[in-house]
């Protein structure tokens, strides 16, 4: 009975056990009930505004900090230039006549190890000349477009030498340069001769008045940073006589009538500058006066603007029609008076126009600094639109010793800041180019005695390099692209794209040509000045105090 009871139990034991399932139904038996019986897991907690908001301003801080630092890195080494090598004897030296658009863009690009440099003009500054109608009506400041030339010869390797003179006489024969101190105060000698081995000749033009009567004695002119101080003083001076009590109608628009002669691309900005102030500023101030405001652009051509596409110059003409600017194309100043202007109208008539201001924008004329250099050059110096030179910008006539450049010469090219810029850059490449040469026509000279293998060998080697270097690459100017403002935030563009041309105008053209002018400034100080201006007009509007 016992041996019977064991097996009964054993048997049942076996029986209860449970069966073993095979691992992979096991396993997918266990996951499909883990994710029938699991819930989701929850979602991550969102982060608080308060975590948000300082997360943002920290990485604002961050950014800030880090442009602040870089800023103010490079302001500082523009501020803090290193010692420079001194004048080297044995060096030529290289006299650079003024500082506009093709000394500053020679100086900027030249290499002054290789010279001796001396640098004479009667402003001891660069003037982003294209931004002027904007300093006229209080838009920029007039610091913001200036630039020292020191700020541009104390980064240079070598010494420059920079003299605030005005050049009087060139002699091409003795080779040497006359200039005299024409400032308010002088010291004991005022005028002297320096020589010159190479001599840049960029002193630029000045304004011209075709002799018209009343030009110089009653019109501002808008070629120099005195003539925009001057002309806005003017202007202001004009509104504040029509505001004095008891003027008539007639005298009060007489007084607010601002004539612009000159069609080309600083008459037109000056027109559009002058339509901002009175919409954004004068008609809050002077709300009384802001009605009899009249502008009247005078050309002579057909058209402003002739160097735009036809499309850009109705484009133009459209908006100015819209800002009631009066354009007055064929027709001619004949004369400036006082409290009017003669003009002779497309037929022929005369007709006596009063104004209160005339600004002359209408065109250049030669220096009489330049007229005297060509006259000693009688044979092949005969252009009247300035210094014939040839395709290396080597002034005829002058054994390759004087470079012309800038509205000084007389090229194929029109006498914009563009053309004299690119110039002064080709230059720089030349003078280079021409110190290299020197430097192994001194060697050869010294190598002319020995007769060593080896200095024969260094001698046909010199004159290899010689022959190469005596060729030189002739300027080809590249036409980048024409700008101009017109007003009411708005500009044109006439573009190089491919083989044709991009003409397009309007706001979206507008913003592209402040960052074309903001690039195109020397400087970073120029740059930060200029953009704070425009930051500021547009917060605050222009000044209208006069000084």
Known sequence: MAMQASRLLGRSLVRSRPAVLPRSSFSRRLLSTGTEGASAPPPPPKPSLWKRFLQVTGSITLVTLATGTAFYYVAQKDRTPGPQLPHDPTKKTLVILGSGWGATSLLNSLDTIDYNVIV?????????????????????????????????????????????????????????????????????????????????????????????????????????????????????????????????????????????????????????????????????????????????????????????????????????????????????????????????????????????????????????????????????????????????????????????????????????????????????????????????????KELQAASEPEAKQEREHIEKRLTKLEKIRPFKYSHQGSLAYIGSDRAIADLPIFNGNLATGGVATFLFWRSAYLSTLFSMRNRTLVATDWLYVKLFGRDVSRE
């Open 120 to 444: 004479i003009s009667p402003k001891n500054y660069f003037l982003f000349t294209p931004l002027l109608p904007s300093v006229a009506v209080g838009t920029l400041s007039p610091r913001s477009i200036l630039q020292p030339t020191r700020y541009i010869t104390r980064h240079k390797k070598r010494q420059v030498t920079v003299i605030e003179a005005s050049a009087t006489d060139v002699d091409p024969t003795a080779k040497t340069v006359t200039f005299a101190d024409t400032s308010e105060i002088q010291g004991q000698v005022s005028s002297t001769t320096i020589p010159y081995d190479y001599l840049v000749f960029a002193v630029g033009a000045e304004v011209q008045t075709f002799n018209i009567p009343g030009v110089r004695e009653h019109a501002c002119f808008m070629k120099e940073l005195e003539d925009a101080e001057k002309m806005q003083r003017r202007f202001l001076d004009c509104l504040e006589s029509a505001a004095f009590p008891g003027q008539s109608t007639e005298e009060i628009k007489r007084l607010l009538h601002m004539v612009v002669v000159g069609g080309g691309p600083t008459g037109v900005e000056l027109s559009g500058e002058l339509h901002d102030f009175l919409e954004q500023d004068l008609r809050s101030w002077y709300p009384e006066l802001a009605e009899h405001v009249r502008i009247s652009l005078v050309e002579a051509l057909p058209s402003v603007l002739p160097m735009f596409s036809k499309q850009l110059i109705d484009y133009t003409e459209s908006t100015f029609k819209e800002a009631k600017i009066d354009i007055l194309t064929k027709t001619m100043v004949k004369e400036v008076k006082d409290r009017s202007v003669v003009l002779q109208l497309p037929d022929k008539t005369i007709a006596e126009v009063p104004c209160g201001l005339v600004v002359w924008a209408a065109g250049n004329t030669l220096r009489k600094v330049t007229r005297d250099l060509m006259a000693k050059f009688p044979d092949v110096q005969t252009n009247r639109r300035g210094i014939t030179v040839d395709e290396c910008l080597r002034m005829v006539g002058s054994n390759g010793s004087i470079f012309a450049i800038g509205d000084c010469s007389a090229t194929s090219y029109a006498p914009t800041a563009q053309v004299a810029s690119q110039e002064g850059a080709y230059l720089a490449r030349v003078l280079a180019q021409i110190a290299r040469k020197d430097e192994l026509e001194a060697r050869l």
